[in-house]
């Protein structure tokens, strides 16, 4: 236990020099104060122990959702008591109503009120320019932006062998059904810069040519960050820049 901060190097790494010397000193302390600590925090929520079986449903229920543990859930369902009966209410009906209502898309696969999305609907929308992403989450980013006026498509994932995901999985056959239409001048791949977005591109590339579509592939710049130092930016993504480098534009 006194060589504690020695099975700890990365740990170690970053705590300044005054701390190493108090922890070094002080290693057989902290560890028990930490692991004290821990189980004390274990015991409180593990036994958590309410007044009311209502409570706990409650309590029970909003644990259930991602990055909420026991105190949060608590809290929540505390400040719902506190609420007006119909604010509550309200509170329930619009997750109900969301959950029951809500659908994709018939052409994009975007979330949507009607069996057509607010944007494939729009009239002021280019429809020749279709922006492929991963899902719903990167088209909202991207709509966030206000830079862009296409429309979009949402693939539902990505090709991934390893995890069994495959092209059939994915709304590949329906892009590829849109570009047949002819009405779809360019596809811009907005997906993430990994193996497996790398392997989707691939893919639905392959797809198109085999019916020798007539559309313009681009995928997003690739590159330094807005705000990134170069000396941090790592090997692939430098690189990735100096290639795709572009001409410069003031107010660009
Ligand atoms: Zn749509």
Redesign the pocket.
């Known amino acids: 236990m006194k060589d504690w901060y020695n099975a700890n190097p990365f740990f170690y790494a970053k705590i300044p020099t005054l701390q190493r010397i108090f922890i070094r000193q002080n290693a057989y302390k902290c560890a028990v104060i930490d692991i004290s600590a821990i189980f004390h925090r274990l015991s409180i929520y593990r036994f958590m122990h309410l007044s009311s079986k209502l409570l706990e449903q409650a309590v029970h229920a909003f644990t259930s959702l991602p990055g909420i543990g026991k105190k949060t859930a608590l809290r929540l369902a505390l400040h719902l008591l506190q609420q007006d009966k119909e604010r509550v209410q309200d509170f329930c009906n619009a997750l109900g109503q969301m959950r029951t209502h809500i659908q994709f ?6 979330l ?1 009120d009607f069996e ?2 607010d ?3 729009s009239t002021t929308r280019d429809k020749g320019m279709v922006c492929v992403v991963e899902s719903i989450r990167e088209a909202m980013a991207i709509e966030n932006t206000q830079h862009y006026n296409g ?2 498509h949402v693939l539902g994932g990505l090709i991934s062998p390893l995890d069994g995901i495959t092209p059939q999985m994915l709304h590949i056959d329906s892009l590829v059904a849109r570009v047949q239409t002819g009405e779809v001048r360019e596809l811009i791949m907005a997906l993430s810069p990994t193996i497996e977005g790398e392997t989707t591109i691939f893919y639905i590339n392959k797809q198109l040519e085999s019916i020798n579509a007539d559309v313009q592939i681009s995928s997003i710049a690739r590159g330094v960050s807005f705000g990134g130092e170069l000396e941090y930016a790592d090997e692939l993504t430098l690189g990735r820049s100096i290639v795709s480098r572009v001409p410069y534009k003031i107010g660009g």
Not at 105 to 110: I, L
């Open positions: 898309c018939r052409t994009c696969h975007n949507s057509t999305c944007v494939c609907s429309v979009y």
